[in-house]
């Protein structure tokens, strides 16, 4: 499920493997991975989709910094929760890249790292339902009290 | 010294209710013991070879009477009535229990203490000089700077989950007591053209891997500091290797790409990222110094007392300096005494020592890096009546920088990775040396003992380092010489095949030699060792 700050919103973003899933389905918003980014770029393209991108935290922003433009979305996919580097790439996506849409974390993320995802440029998360409360619950007890702006 | 703002009451206060709420999901099992390891670690909560151990923060040093008091309190009730303080002037507990954690933290917060990033992978609690702005040689108080950082670092959202641990020290002087080149980041306050600002080192490091740290810049503006900062910290954050624990830390990536490459890239980052709102000004900079105001009022004509007592003058002429405010006096209080692990503190002491600073230190103490604590402000006639109360808590040693002030790891005694016992090399050091005039002799000399190669000992930076291995099951001890952590910083070099426990004591002695033999009249034995070089030691040791 996703959450956007305190609330659970449908996720129209369906993830595509390969592009003959493109044709095929004529879905609105896809999610793609870097990976397929960059060997079909020109292919999705043509088409008129919401497109959403998937970035590992392993990955960098280097091959994507003048295509942002394209994207809706972009999921930072935690490969663990102690993988910090999407922090700084979302942090540096707003700062540097001026990039305005939805940013989104996913994979293994804890609900305890809610509040810096949020800080540094995060709009959502994708988490299991089981662990809805424990989310808001960091939420909730935030007071917004920071050492830093 | 520094007081909580309603800002930092919040933050900690927060801060405790969230880490109860973790420990309340480990044990019901929401949280798997990999998810929580980070989290009680970056509450400075470790789990030991017996025990948990939890290590307490005493930003860059500074403790009150008051503080020292509720840590004798948390000695006595959640531990074995003992406390140990750190080479990152830290304290550490050795035997809380999980469940009475949340509590311990409850307590410190109320006299605004903490244990948060203490340990785990973000940016530690930032060191200093302990004679910070009561030498007369610095060019600025470097404590308001360790607070500012305190600040943007505690809780920072971006640099919580790094790669590795991040430390940070600090220092107004050119001699460093800080030891600021071992550090990821090292800060110099330097003052050029009249105006005041910083010389910034990265990547320096112990470890398996141990490097000097390399100088990227050469003048730091004040108001740019966080944002530099920030911006080593973010390249660090991208770039620093996350498949290798053992080759995580800065000081790898800075050897990496070579100190031009680290340089254009922070460089690169701070063009990039400098945010205006990390900019600091004169108005912020100055209410943080306000809380730093020395508490002596005016100079004074007070004289050292008299008196005849032989340990006396020893510790006279040992551990205490000279104040910058005349007739004040600077006293080091040696947590080396012989036969005792170096850095421990009993409850007694503690609280004894807490009466003592209200008494005659302005309720202040400081803890250094080569665990030792201070007390800063004595007015010179004070100082035999100081003696005599410290004398009865067993608190007077005088060897101050001398051979059995010795820096030494919790070894095979506590911790999981060690492999071999370093506490007893320390306590038979001690011993073997105690006598004040054998010490004397020998004069300034640094030892540091590590129980493994991670080196939280520093043993590659000591005078005379001493590193503990296991070979095939018995333990024998690798010695280093010409390391040094200050000013002159560097890595000390392997004499030749290490010793056993036994054979361990003569070795030293017959380094002494070498030193007494040879050296030029006062010459301590770090100079006498570079100018007779590494290979004049080997050849007296082995032969
Ligand atoms: S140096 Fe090794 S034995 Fe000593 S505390 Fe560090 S990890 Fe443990």
């Excluded at chain 2, 013991?33 to 470790?46: A, C, D, I, V």
């Excluded at chain 2, 973000?122 to 950082?149: F, K, M, T």
């Excluded at chain 2, 340990?311 to 004040?328: D, F, P, S, T």
């Excluded at chain 2, 036994?502 to 070795?507: D, Q, S």
Aim: proline residues 4%; positive net charge.
């Amino acid at each position: 499920m996703i959450l956007q700050r305190d609330k659970v919103k449908k996720n129209p973003f369906q993830i595509i493997q390969n592009v003959d899933e493109l044709v095929e389905m004529k879905k609105k918003s896809i999610l793609i991975t870097l990976d397929l980014w960059e060997a079909q770029k020109k292919l999705i393209t043509k088409h008129k989709f919401n497109l959403g991108l998937e970035i590992a935290s392993d990955q960098s922003l280097g091959p994507i910094k003048n295509d942002l433009h394209y994207f809706k979305l972009i999921q930072f996919k935690f490969i663990t929760f102690k993988d910090g580097r999407p922090f700084s790439l979302a942090k540096k996506l707003r700062r540097s890249y001026n990039f305005k849409n939805e940013i989104r974390g996913s994979g293994h993320i804890l609900p305890d790292q809610y509040i810096f995802l949020l800080r540094c440029g995060f709009d959502s998360v994708e988490i299991e339902e089981k662990n809805l409360e424990t989310w808001l619950k960091f939420l909730e007890m935030d007071k917004g009290i920071y050492y830093q702006p | 010294m520094y007081k909580y703002t309603e800002q930092d009451k919040k933050i900690v206060k927060n801060r405790t209710k969230e880490f109860k709420f973790q420990v309340e999901r480990r044990i019901n099992g929401d949280l798997t013991e990999e998810e929580f390891k980070p989290l009680r670690l970056m509450n400075g909560l470790y789990l030991q070879l017996h025990a948990y151990m939890l290590r307490v923060a005493i930003p860059y040093g500074e403790l009150s009477d008051i503080q020292l008091n509720k840590l004798a309190e948390i000695a006595d009730k959640y531990d074995k009535g003992y406390g140990h303080f750190t080479t990152r002037q830290n304290i550490q507990f050795n035997w809380p229990k999980l469940l009475d954690v949340p509590d311990i933290l409850s307590e410190l917060a109320e006299v605004e203490m903490h244990a948060i990033q203490t340990s785990g992978n973000c940016i530690r609690n930032v060191s200093c000089d302990h004679l910070a702005g009561i030498n007369s040689e610095e060019v600025e108080d470097p404590r308001p700077w360790c607070e500012i950082i305190r600040k943007w670092s505690t809780f920072h959202p971006e640099f919580s989950f790094l790669p590795r641990k991040f430390k940070i020290a600090v220092t107004g002087s050119e001699k460093d007591r800080a030891a600021i080149k071992v550090h990821d980041i090292g800060l110099k306050i330097v003052k050029k053209l009249g105006t005041i600002g910083f010389e910034v080192f990265v990547g320096g490091g112990q470890g398996r891997s141990p490097y000097v740290a390399k100088k990227i810049n050469d003048f730091l503006e004040k108001k740019d500091l966080l944002n530099y900062l920030e911006a080593i910290l973010s390249v660090y954050n991208e770039l620093g290797r996350r498949d290798n624990i053992y080759k995580a830390r800065i000081k790898i990536l800075v050897n990496e790409l070579g100190q031009e490459k680290i340089k254009e890239l922070v460089d690169e980052k701070f063009e990039e990222l400098s945010d205006k709102s990390l900019e600091l000004n004169q108005n912020e900079i100055n209410n943080i110094f306000n809380f730093f105001k020395l508490p002596i009022e005016k100079k004074t004509n007070s004289k050292v007392p008299i008196h005849s007592d032989k340990e006396y003058n020893h510790w006279l002429q040992q551990n205490v300096i000279n104040h910058k405010i005349r007739g004040h006096s600077i006293v080091v209080i040696s947590l080396k005494p012989p036969g005792k692990p170096p850095g421990d503190a009993t409850s007694s002491q503690m609280r004894e020592l807490s009466k003592i600073s209200k008494d005659f230190s302005y309720g202040e103490i400081r803890v250094t890096h080569e665990q030792n604590l201070i007390l800063p402000h004595i007015l010179n006639s004070n100082l035999y009546e100081l003696w005599s109360r410290l004398k009865k808590l067993g608190l007077s040693t005088p060897n101050f920088g001398l051979i059995t002030d010795t820096i030494c790891c919790p070894g095979l005694d506590y911790c999981a990775l060690a492999t071999a016992r370093s506490i007893p090399i320390s306590q038979k050091i001690s011993n073997h040396f105690k006598e004040y005039s054998v010490q004397e002799k020998i004069g300034d000399l640094k030892i540091k003992i590590s129980g493994c190669i991670n080196a939280c000992g520093h043993h590659h930076v000591g005078n005379i380092g001493i590193l503990g291995l296991d070979k095939n099951g018995e333990e024998s001890y690798q010695i280093t010489l010409g390391g040094s952590a200050t000013e002159k910083a560097s890595i000390g070099q392997i004499v030749g095949p290490s010793f056993s426990t036994e054979n361990l004591i003569p070795a030293i002695e017959r380094i002494l030699k070498t030193y007494e033999e040879n050296k030029k009249k006062n010459e301590d034995f770090l100079s006498a060792f570079n100018r007779l070089g590494i290979d004049k030691f080997k050849e007296d040791l082995y032969k």
